[in-house]
């Protein structure tokens, strides 16, 4: 446990980070899954968008958001 007082505010803080941070990463999750298993315009839209906020919100890598991006965009041409 920690002691010093900076210590105790760095633990409240990653706390609320970690419970934000894992919301942000679940609607992610959900949107790509959806957008891969019901290709459509609009739900890799929806996804795209889900994983541009990620990066925004630098919960997820700008790369790992583009090699998503990028694969969800190849389904998409590839199922029209």
């Known amino acids: 446990m920690a002691n010093t007082s900076s210590a ?3 633990m409240r803080q ?4 970690r419970l ?3 919301t942000v990463r679940s ?6 899954k959806t957008a891969r298993t019901t290709v459509s315009a609009e739900n890799v839209s929806e996804a795209i968008r889900a994983l541009d906020k990620a990066v925004t919100k630098g919960v997820v890598h700008a790369n790992t958001a583009a ?3 990028s694969a969800l965009a ?5 199922a029209k």
């Open 20 to 22: 934000r941070n894992r």
């Open 27 to 32: 609607k992610v999750r959900t949107a790509v």
């Open 67 to 69: 090699r998503k991006k």
């Open 14 to 17: 990653n706390e609320r980070r």
């Open 8 to 10: 105790l505010k760095r």
């Open 74 to 78: 190849r389904r998409l041409a590839a």
